[in-house]
């Protein structure tokens, strides 16, 4: 699409003011941080307020919003609540499948190059624990990383753990076509939706990935430290990371709480992070899944979309190249610069009010729904003053 084409009634173009964000500042650094929506803050501002109460709390505040959550969760990802743990990280959620699935020896993990190293660390170790080989997939130049993971996806594998899109440039993974093969060989496919979910709609039926993890401060625009964790109801019977009470059968019943019992509550609810109750944090994740909810991924696609498309043809008119638009995703883009130019990029865009962020070799562009034309006019100037 270019910036002059008729805009598609249903993108959504005019939602700035329920961010908390500076107009000093051109912020394109959600894949680091998400700003604050305005209801987040306000739905902190009366966590707090509720917890200086603390007189006023019932037994049943200790599930209800954590029940509403995971539901929120649960439909964003299209999935029932059943399947929806409540993790603190993303390396939590991903221990806590690597704790549960088991892989013959000399078998293989596939990994990206360059992967998120909380993603990167727990393979590394399952392999070696496992007895199995890490094969780091790295691609040729001009190839996608789908088709770098399909060549490397045959009846050794025993993982596939990858992401929707590299987290260092928004390059595109297609999981419909990975999942394909994993399952063509029986392997798990573990997904890392950090970086795409709450803008990347996905189909888990399709998919059927054994787990998922999403860390709740960037796309899904929550406070940092909560997440969700999908996981498929065969691994719903596995070991928790730890033992604590809430997860446990009738643990909403206070008064029997010293009546141990052996059973843990139905489906993946046994993998929520002890205090999952997380009386500040959890509202606010609530009132950004339901904001995202309301929206819908399949609106927010487009509307960045739109967005990265315009920043990505300013910047070739400014003779870079950037990732073709079908192989990366709707919000990020990644951009090299040729020879020494990137740190004088960077210093440029600070010196410039621009706020984004240097991964690997890509500056990382990331736009939310707050971007304005302005901003994209003040990042591309500030990318042209120092080439
Ligand atoms: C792809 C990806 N996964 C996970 C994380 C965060 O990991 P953790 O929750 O383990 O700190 C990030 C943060 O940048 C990320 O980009």
Same mark, same amino acid.
């Given at each position: ?23 000093? *500042? ?9 700003? !604050? !929506?305005?209801?987040?803050? &306000?739905?902190?501002? &009366? ?11 019932? $037994? ?24 929806? &743990? ?31 190293? $909380?993603?990167?660390?727990? %393979? ?11 094969? *780091? ?19 050794? &594998? ?11 440039? =928004? ?12 399952? =063509? ?9 950090? #970086? ?15 787990? !998922? ?5 960037? %796309?899904?625009? =929550? ?10 109801? $065969? ?11 809430? $997860? ?31 009386? #500040? ?36 008119? !400014? ?69």
């Amino acid at each position: 699409m270019t910036e002059t084409a008729a805009v598609p009634a249903d993108l959504l173009l005019d939602e700035r003011d329920k961010f908390e964000v500076d107009d000093r *500042v051109a912020y394109f650094n959600t894949a680091q941080i998400s700003p !604050l !929506l305005r209801s987040v803050r &306000a739905a902190a501002e &009366a966590a707090l307020d509720r917890r200086a109460a603390a007189h006023t709390l019932t $037994s049943r505040d200790w599930f209800a919003d954590v029940d509403q959550l995971r539901a929120a969760y649960a439909t964003l990802l299209g999935t029932r609540a059943e399947c929806i &743990a409540l993790t603190p990280a993303s390396s939590y959620g991903l221990a806590t499948v690597a704790a549960n699935i088991t892989v013959p020896h000399g078998s293989r993990v596939v990994v990206l190059k360059d992967e998120f190293p $909380s993603n990167y660390y727990t %393979w590394e170790r399952f392999a070696r624990q496992h007895d199995a080989e890490l094969v *780091v997939v790295s691609r040729e130049p001009g190839q996608t990383w789908t088709d770098a993971v399909l060549a490397q996806i045959d009846e050794r &594998a025993s993982v596939v753990a990858v992401p929707n899109v590299h987290w260092t440039n =928004g390059s595109l993974v297609d999981l419909v076509r990975v999942a394909d093969a994993a399952h =063509g060989v029986h392997a798990r496919l573990v997904i890392d939706a950090s #970086q795409s979910l709450g803008v990347m709609s996905l189909d888990l039926d399709r998919l059927r990935p054994d787990a !998922l993890v999403a860390v709740g401060y960037k %796309w899904l625009l =929550g406070p940092y430290s909560l997440g969700p964790l999908y996981i498929d109801s $065969s691994l719903h019977g596995g070991e928790p990371l730890e033992q604590n009470w809430i $997860s446990r059968a009738g643990s909403d019943d206070f008064s029997g709480l010293a009546a141990y019992r052996t059973e843990y509550r139905p489906g993946a609810e046994r993998y929520d992070v002890g205090e999952r109750t997380n009386y #500040q944090l959890t509202p606010m994740a609530l009132a950004a899944i339901r904001q995202l909810n309301a929206w819908r991924p399949e609106r927010i696609a487009p509307s960045l979309r739109r967005r990265t498309d315009a920043i990505a043809a300013g910047l070739e008119r !400014l003779g870079l190249s950037v990732e073709p638009a079908d192989a990366r995703g709707p919000h990020i883009i990644g951009v090299s610069f040729p020879g020494d130019a990137l740190p004088r990029v960077a210093e440029s865009l600070q010196r410039a009010g621009v706020s984004l962020s240097v991964r690997s070799t890509s500056l990382r562009i990331a736009p939310h729904l707050h971007t304005t034309d302005a901003d994209v006019q003040r990042l591309l100037e500030a990318v042209a003053a120092a080439l």
